[in-house]
């Protein structure tokens, strides 16, 4: 038998793992991953997080979970997505390294992404900051990903938040900033916020996600604001 058509048994396991880059052939589709590493989520939450129509954000999310890449939970009317395994924010993380470093265009947009904010933290200058105890880690992403799982200590005040709630921040001290990941602008904004109003502060390049695949730990607990 000819291996070249589609019977062979050979063809049929290379089309059948071909489902994986092809979900990965899109950029709403990477975005949609990296906001399901955040914690599960709706069909509307994912929607207006990536800014995409209802039935845009659900066609995408049916090619990731024939892919096997994502899954659902159905509670009711509600369906409700998660990321299908931490191997698939490794695959993920896999994407962007190669990315990053063979697609000469990806520095531009990347300075551009973050045009403002300063040189980010990296994960291992945090920790050796966090040890000295002068370093206030703050997580701007929404409170459903601060409960779903978050650095330990971080505080949590959504970015839209921020500026009603900048009296919970000692004004002495050294911030840092995260959100989503290297390719989310929340923690931009936050720095660049901050700054405004004479704080110091620089953004966390990684996000919990990367933080998790490096072994560290992660906390998921309710929100305590200072009394």
């Not at 962007?96 to 973050?114: P, S, Y």
Request: charged share 30%; glycine share 6%.
């Amino acid at each position: 038998m000819n291996e070249a058509e589609p019977s062979s048994p050979k063809r049929a396991v290379y089309e059948r793992l071909a489902r994986v880059p092809q979900a990965l052939s899109s950029g709403p589709r990477l975005e949609l991953l990296d906001l399901l590493a955040q914690g599960e989520k709706t069909v509307a939450t994912l929607a207006r997080q990536a800014e995409l129509s209802v039935a845009n954000a659900s066609q995408h999310l049916q090619v990731l979970r024939r892919a096997g890449l994502a899954t659902v939970r159905r509670d009711g009317r509600q369906a409700f997505y998660s990321a299908a395994g931490d191997d698939v924010q490794r695959l993920v993380q896999a994407v962007r390294a190669v990315g990053e470093a063979r697609l000469a265009e990806m520095d531009r947009l990347l300075d551009a992404l973050h045009a403002g904010s300063g040189e980010p933290v990296t994960t291992t200058e945090l920790r050796e900051r966090l040890a000295t105890g002068e370093t206030i880690l703050l997580d701007v992403r929404p409170a459903d990903e601060y409960r779903a799982g978050h650095l330990p200590g971080a505080r949590s005040i959504p970015i839209d938040e921020l500026e009603a709630r900048l009296e919970e921040l000692p004004s002495d001290a050294q911030v840092v900033a995260y959100c989503r990941g290297p390719y989310c602008a929340l923690s931009d904004r936050a720095v660049k916020l901050l700054t405004q109003r004479g704080r110091t502060a620089q953004r966390l390049r990684e996000g919990v996600p990367d933080w998790r695949s490096e072994g560290l730990p992660v906390e998921t607990a309710a929100i305590a604001r200072d009394a």
